[in-house]
Nanobody, 118 residues
């Protein structure tokens, strides 16, 4: 069973930056799509950014221009560089790895708290 472990959350002031990192417990095979989701209290979990092993990135409108996702395929790691943080970015951020085609999988990390103070 592949596990994802996140790190890098914390408390930051509005306008500041944070970098989240996620590492899978296996380096092979290369996970297809890795990404970050977030969930605020009372809200549904939403996509922040994702990146396929082929390099196709997808960003939420709220993240576009402020967040950058990157990954190292050989190590199955994915990072999220967050800049110009706003109080509304406060949430638990979850790392995700998924593949829609056989063999399909949808794996979640345990989550890391990001709190942006105003």
């Amino acid at each position: 069973q592949v596990q994802l472990v996140e790190s890098g959350g914390g408390l930051v002031q509005a306008g500041g930056s944070l970098r989240l990192s996620c590492a899978a417990s296996v380096t092979s095979p290369t996970l297809h799509t890795m990404g970050w989701y977030r969930q605020s209290p009372g809200q549904e979990r939403e996509l922040v950014a994702s990146l396929t092993s082929g390099g196709t990135a997808r960003y939420a409108d709220s993240a576009e221009g402020r967040f950058t996702i990157s990954r190292h395929n050989a190590y199955n790691t994915v990072d999220l560089q967050m800049s110009s943080l706003k109080p509304e970015d406060t949430a638990v951020y979850y790392c995700n790895a998924r593949r829609g085609m056989t063999p399909a999988y949808n794996i979640w990390g345990q989550g890391t708290q990001v709190t942006v103070s105003s």
